[in-house]
Every structure is written in C-alpha cells, then in structure tokens.
C-alpha cells in the first residue's frame, strides 16, 4: 500500500469482481493459518500460506490483464497482506522462529503506512492508495521468507544461510520501503500544505 496524490484514473466503481473476490478469500484464510499454526499443523498452514501468498499476485494479475480495477479493491488488497504478514509474523516470533526485532521492524513500517494515510485523510489532504515497486518486493520477500520458515517447521529442517539471506533481504527491503513512503508522505503533504 503507499501514499499517492490523488488523481483522475480508470479505477471503477465496481467492488464485486474477480480479484476483490480472491482478496476476500485471502483475508478469510488469515484466521485458519493463525488456528493452525497455534495447534501446530504446520503442513496444512504452509499450504494455505503459500495458497494466500499466491492469491496476492493472481488477484493482481486479473486486475491488470481483465481491467477489473476497483476502487474497494486498491484499499482491500493491501489491508488483506498487511493482516496476513503480521499475523503470521507475530506468531512466527512468538514460536522463536523469528526475531523479535524483526516482526517489530514489519510491524511499525505497516502502522507508519496506515497512520500516515489516516493522518492525511483526517488534514483533508487524500491519498489515494497505490503500490510501489519496492512495496511490492517488500511484500514478496516477506511472504517469501515466511513460507520458507512453515517449510522448515512442517518438515523439520534448519533454514540455514538461505532462511539468514532472507531475513537480511526482509529487513533491508522494509527500511527501504519505509524510506520510500515516507519521502512520498512528505511530499505530498508539503505540496498539500502550499495549497
């Protein structure tokens, strides 16, 4: 999810559609990976996951390629990874499969995000919601090494060099990607405040 001004585009009206439909599917997911990760039935919670870290691409993809773009759908989507990563994160962390340090790290940059669009909508100074690049590898890396960490513990194997590759990718890219919003924050609430 990022910050950017709002302007005149091709985004319908329209909220029942394919990919809003796959992104409600993937938020209803989130309580059923969370119950199965707490009972420990983590072969089941890796499939899901990795069903629910897909559907993020797949809702997008029809989005594009069917121009089924919707308003509802630019905020749900975003909502619905946000809800999925830091629940699974804070459950990771709580398993000590993940440092604690981390999931703060993944967790603050997403209330930084949602404060910031909430803080510009309370100014009168919208933002409409639209990903960037680095928001979207973000994303991909954290699913990524969250799906690496279900497989370590569904089939008993230690992450190793590529579970600390991952982690160090998870982390740089969340900074980066803070930085990133927070420049697009700035600007467009100074060029608000010039108006």
Known sequence: MCCMPLRQNKITSIALTIPNLITLAR??????????MIIGLWHAAFWLFVIAGLSDGVDGF???????????????DPIADKLLLVAVFILLARDDAVSLWLVVLIVARDVFIVGGVILASIMSANLSIKPLFVSKATTAVQIGLAAYIFAAKAWQFEP????DFLIIATALLTLTSAA??????FGHMAGYEDK
Do not use: D, K, M
């Open 62 to 76: 029809i989005a594009r390629q069917f121009n089924q773009h919707s308003t509802i759908g630019a905020y749900i």
């Open 180 to 185: 990133a919003y927070a420049v697009v924050w």
């Open 27 to 36: 938020i209803l997911l989130v309580p059923i990976i969370i119950y199965l």
């Open 160 to 163: 190793g060099w590529v579970g």
